[in-house]
Every structure is written in C-alpha cells, then in structure tokens.
C-alpha cells in the first residue's frame, strides 16, 4: 500500500491527513505543528520531529512555495514519513536523540489546490491583489533585500508571476516561515522547488559570493556532496551554483534564511531537467525514483549539521 500511495501526488487535505497519521503514530518523537494560515484559511503545516530537551540542533526541510511544483511536496513529505517510520532504527534514532528536524511539505496551500483543481500551471499564492489580479511570488517575498529595483524576475507589477507583494513578508505563506525560523534558530535549511536539478545556494540577489569565506566553503562542499550522492542513485547531475547563477532575485528564501540568520541554506530544483522532459509537469511515476535520489542527499545534510552546527 505504501508503495503505490507514492506514486500519486498529494492534495493538501490529503497530505494533513497523512501528516496526521503520522503524529498518531508516534506522540512520543512527532508532532503536528500549524505554523500559519494561508489567505484561504488553509493550515500551513509542519510535523516537528525529534528530542524535546530544547537547546539542540535543529533543521528545517520546505516544500512547494510555488503552486505548480508538486514534486517539491513529496520528497519532503516522503522524508518526514521514513523520519518517523524508522524513528527506532540508525541512524534516525540517533538523529532524533541529539536534534529536532521540521519538516512543512507544502508552504503554499492555497496555490497548489488551485494548480490542481483549476490551472495546472499556477505558480503563486491566492492573494487578491489591488489591481484585482491574483497571488503574490512567496520566494519573492522574503525580507532580505526584499523588492530590489532593476533586479530581474523581481517583479512590482502584482498580476506578474514574479510580483514580489506590496512589502517584504506581506503574505500569511511568508510570515508563517518567517515566525518559525524567528522562533527556532535552525542550523540548515533546504527549500524544495522544481525543476531543472539544481542545487542553489546564496546569493540569489547578487553575483557577487558571500563575504564569509567559512560559509562559502561550507556551502560550496555541502552542495558538491549532495550532487555525487544524488548521481549515485540513478546517474541525473544536480547541478551546484550560487542561486544568481541561474538568475539573480529579490527576495527568495535562501538569502533571508542566510542573510538574515547565516543558515546554511539550499534550494533544491528537482527533476525534471527540461521543459521537454514535463518542466512542472513531473508524471506521477517519477515521485519514487525522484525521492530515492534526493534521500541521501537531505540524510547527509541531516548527518552534517545536526552533529556539528554552524552559525
Ligand atoms: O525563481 C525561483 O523562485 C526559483 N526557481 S523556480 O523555477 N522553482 O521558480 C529559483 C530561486 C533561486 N534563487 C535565485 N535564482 N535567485
Ligand atoms: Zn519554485
């Protein structure tokens, strides 16, 4: 059953059930945590898992800021499920005695409903805009060199898909992230996107590399790591680059989450590689095989940052 329950993409009402069950299961290393609401009245949803002690390591794993991109749901969903299925074996166990990993599969609810149910192709969230167009960019959106002019993809024309909102955190999707990363001090975070297979880190605003060469290198290694590991699985090359390398914007996650806090931060593009490989459109059959390569990747991030955090 819990092979072919993969193969299918998640809803957002069936993805709270699943999350759901899942914190049944285990009260004792799990919990299910609302980190916000978005504008439709979704619960934005985060399983915490781990030691309850307070003061240890802790992680953040993101997925589906953008609608249209559901594989970014399922691979962080389907980390959380081995998380907390193999909560006893190693080297989980050991992971959950000596830190805390969140894991909120699906940051953007209200835009992957409508992705589903009425434009397949749909990338931001449901906020009615002034000009009555619809949804703010939530990786635009971010308060770290927020809204920068004649920075591409950064738009201020509200029915642009890259609107960056009326000013830095103005969506419940945003604020929510903002709340628990303000509350928490995590010592790595990974947002999942789709597509291209690339692992980005900052800066995405700017060509220029951070300044803090300990950070660079720790970024740049990290990153080398999780492409050979993921080339492992099934041969696909992710390829590392800083964020502007693909192109520069405003806003994003990354560069609020390192800016801002100096988390070692990455956004992971998925499968597909191309436009003419499905671009969003990922058949569902590529779920598994798009999860098995990216697990351990998010292990070996997990291994290196809850054993020696940085920052
Ligand atoms: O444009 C984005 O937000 C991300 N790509 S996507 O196709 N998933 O929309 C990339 C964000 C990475 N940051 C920068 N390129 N600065
Ligand atoms: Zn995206």
Same mark, same amino acid.
């Given at each position: 059953a819990t092979a072919a329950a993969a193969e299918q993409y998640h809803s957002a009402a069936s993805l709270e059930e699943e999350l759901r069950r899942l914190a049944e299961a285990r009260p004792d290393i799990a919990e299910l945590k609302e980190i916000g609401r978005s504008i439709e009245? &979704?619960? !934005? $949803?985060? $399983? &915490? !898992?781990?030691? &309850?002690? =307070?003061? %240890?390591?802790?992680l953040l794993f993101m997925g589906c800021h953008h609608a249209r991109e559901w594989i970014a749901v399922e691979v962080p969903f389907l980390l959380v499920k081995e998380l907390v299925e193999r909560a006893d074996e190693a080297p989980i166990a050991g992971w959950l005695g000596s830190g805390e990993i969140w894991v909120a599969p699906m940051v953007n609810p209200d835009g992957h409903e409508h992705s589903r149910t009425e434009a397949r192709l749909w990338r931001k969230n449901r906020r009615r805009n002034a000009d009555g167009s619809f949804g703010v960019d939530p990786n635009r959106n971010y308060g770290y060199m927020? =809204?920068? $002019?004649?920075?591409?993809?950064?738009?201020? %024309?509200?029915?642009?898909?890259?609107? %960056? =909102?009326?000013?830095?955190f103005s969506e419940p999707e945003t604020q929510a992230v903002r709340d628990l990363v303000g509350c928490e001090r995590f010592a790595g975070v990974i947002t999942y996107h789709s597509y291209s297979q690339l692992i980005l880190y900052p800066w995405g605003y700017t060509e220029k590399p951070i300044p803090d060469l300990q950070h660079r290198e720790q970024m740049v290694a990290m990153a080398g790591e999780m492409h050979d590991l993921i080339e492992a699985v099934h041969g696909k090359i992710y390829v590392p680059q800083p964020s502007s390398e693909l192109y520069p914007t405003a806003g994003d996650t990354t560069d609020w989450t390192y800016g801002t806090y100096g988390i070692p931060s990455f956004t992971i593009e998925l499968r597909p590689r191309t436009f003419e490989e499905g671009g969003f459109v990922l058949p569902a059959d590529q779920i598994m095989p798009t999860w098995e390569e990216n697990r351990p990747a998010a292990f070996r991030f997990i291994e290196q940052l809850l054993a020696a955090p940085v920052g």
């Open positions: 009245g &979704r619960p !934005i $949803l985060a $399983l &915490r !898992i781990g030691d &309850r002690r =307070g003061g %240890v390591p802790k927020w =809204g920068t $002019l004649d920075i591409p993809t950064s738009s201020h %024309v509200p029915s642009d898909e890259t609107y %960056v =909102g009326p000013r830095a």
